[in-house]
C-alpha cells in the first residue's frame, strides 16, 4: 500500500511538473482561477486512471500506456487553455514530454541503480524540473513566443520531430520490459539523446534563420505602410494649406468687391458677399494641434478621417517644440494608434463611436488614446493586446518595436469597454 501511495505521488508530481513546462512556453486565454480549476479536475483524471493501472497491471502497464492516459490529455487541455495553433501546441507540448521523459528516467536509473531512497528521487526531481522551468521562462520563452507571432504556419512538419522521438521513447522503456531491468534497453534508450540534440539545435536554427527572415520581410512592410501612410496624410495637410492660399487670395477681391458694393449703397449684397468669403474660409479652416509639425499633420489628419466616418474627437494636445524621441518615428506610432482606435470604432454603432486624445508635457511627455471596443481584447504575456483576424496587429508590433528601440514605456488596458494606450517616450 506504501509503495502504491508513492507511485501515485510520483505520477502526480511529474505530470505537474511536465504541465508547469510546457506553461512555461504558452500564453494562455483563460485566468489563473479557471485554470486551476482546469488543472484539478485533470489531476483527478490522471490520479484515477494511474491507480486503476498500477492495480491491474503494475508500474509497466502504467509505463506503457501512460502516454495515452496522461500526455495526450494533457495536451489537449492545455491546447484549449492557450491561444496557439495545433501545430504549434503540438510542437511545443510534446518537446517538453520529451525532455521530462528523459530527464525523469535518467534520475529514476540513477537513484534505483545506487539504491536511494524515495525521498531522494523526488529531491533530485524536483530540482531537475525546478531549474527546466526557471531556464524556459527566463531564456526561452521570449524567443519563442516572438517565433509564434512572427511564424503563424510552417509548424505541421516540425512536430513530427517530437512525436516520433516520444513514440521511439516509449516504446524502448517498456517493450518487452522494464528499461531498468535491461541493459540492453537502456543502451538504446539513451543512445536516443544525442541524435534529439543534433535535431533539435538543428531546428532551432532553422526557426531562427526563419524569423531573421520573416522579421526583415514583416520590417520592410510595415515601415513601407507606414512611410506611404505619412506621406498620405501630408500630402492632405497640404492640400488643405494650399486651398487656404488660394482663399486668402480670392479674399482681397471679394472685399474690394463689398467695398464697392457698399460705395454703391447696396449694404445687403456686400454683408452677404462677405459672410460667403468668411463661410468659405471657416470651411478650411486648419486647427494647429501641437508645434512639432509632422505631429501637427498626423492629428489633424487622423482627426479628419475619424469625423468623416462620424466618430467624435475630444482631443487635448499640449506638447513641447522639443521631443525626448525623433519627432517622425513618434509621428507613426501615433498614426498607428489613431487608425487602430478608428478601426475599433467602425465596428459600433455610431451613438457609441469616440476617439479620446490626451498628450501632456507636464512633468514629461504622455499620450493617451482611449476608444470604445467591441467584445473583449486578449493581451499576451508582454500585455500586447493579439490581433483578431490575421493580418492584423501589425500597428502594435509597431508601437512595440518603437518603445524597445527608444527605451518609451506603453500599456495596453480594456476598462469598462474602453480600450487604452499610454505611451510614455
Not at 486503476?52 to 495536451?75: D, M, N, Y
Request: hydrophobic share 50%; net charge neutral.
Amino acid at each position: 500500500m506504501t509503495d502504491l501511495a508513492f507511485l501515485l505521488f510520483r505520477t502526480l508530481f511529474i505530470t505537474t511538473m511536465t504541465v508547469g513546462m510546457m506553461a512555461s512556453l504558452t500564453e494562455f486565454r483563460f485566468g489563473l482561477r479557471k485554470l486551476l480549476c482546469i488543472m484539478a479536475l485533470y489531476s483527478l483524471w490522471m490520479l484515477g486512471t494511474s491507480l486503476a493501472l498500477l492495480v491491474l497491471g503494475g508500474e509497466l502497464l502504467l509505463l506503457r500506456v501512460f502516454f495515452l492516459t496522461i500526455s495526450l490529455p494533457a495536451v489537449f487541455l492545455t491546447y484549449w487553455a492557450a491561444s496557439d495553433t495545433p501545430a504549434q501546441a503540438v510542437f511545443n507540448y510534446l518537446s517538453q514530454i520529451l525532455l521530462s521523459t528523459l530527464g525523469f528516467s535518467m534520475i529514476r536509473m540513477l537513484t534505483d541503480s545506487l539504491g536511494l531512497p524515495g525521498f531522494v528521487n523526488i529531491l533530485l526531481t524536483a530540482l531537475f524540473y525546478g531549474v527546466v522551468i526557471w531556464l524556459e521562462g527566463r531564456f526561452l520563452r521570449r524567443p519563442f513566443r516572438m517565433l509564434v507571432r512572427v511564424m503563424p504556419s510552417g509548424w505541421a512538419a516540425l512536430t513530427l520531430i517530437p512525436c516520433a522521438f516520444c513514440g521511439y521513447l516509449v516504446f524502448m522503456a517498456s517493450w518487452p520490459g522494464s528499461y531498468l531491468e535491461n541493459p540492453v534497453q537502456r543502451t538504446y534508450l539513451y543512445a536516443a539523446v544525442i541524435p534529439i540534440i543534433i535535431v533539435y539545435i538543428a531546428v532551432f536554427q532553422s526557426l531562427y534563420a526563419q524569423y531573421q527572415i520573416q522579421a526583415e520581410r514583416q520590417s520592410t512592410t510595415l515601415l513601407s505602410m507606414q512611410i506611404s501612410a505619412l506621406k498620405e496624410k501630408m500630402e492632405r495637410v497640404k492640400e488643405v494649406e494650399e486651398s487656404i492660399r488660394i482663399q486668402r487670395h480670392d479674399l482681397r477681391h471679394q472685399l474690394q468687391a463689398a467695398t464697392e458694393l457698399m460705395l454703391r449703397g447696396d449694404r445687403d449684397t456686400a454683408l452677404a458677399t462677405l459672410d460667403a468669403a468668411q463661410t468659405r474660409l471657416e470651411e478650411h479652416k486648419v486647427t494647429r494641434w501641437c508645434r512639432p509639425p509632422v505631429l501637427d499633420a498626423v492629428f489633424a489628419s487622423c482627426f479628419e478621417q475619424a469625423k468623416s466616418q462620424d466618430i467624435p474627437v475630444e482631443a487635448s494636445i499640449s506638447l513641447p517644440d522639443e521631443l525626448p524621441v525623433d519627432e517622425r518615428e513618434l509621428a507613426i506610432v501615433v498614426a498607428n494608434a489613431l487608425d487602430n482606435a478608428i478601426h475599433a470604432n467602425l465596428e459600433l454603432p455610431v451613438s457609441r463611436r469616440c476617439i479620446r486624445c490626451r498628450a501632456v508635457s507636464m512633468p514629461g511627455v504622455m499620450l493617451e488614446i482611449s476608444n470604445p471596443c467591441a467584445g473583449d481584447v486578449t493581451f499576451d504575456s508582454s500585455g500586447l493586446p493579439l490581433a483578431r483576424r490575421e493580418g492584423n496587429g501589425l500597428g502594435v508590433q509597431s508601437i512595440s518595436a518603437f518603445c524597445r528601440k527608444n527605451g518609451a514605456v506603453c500599456r495596453f488596458d480594456l476598462t469598462d469597454g474602453w480600450f487604452r494606450l499610454q505611451l510614455v517616450p
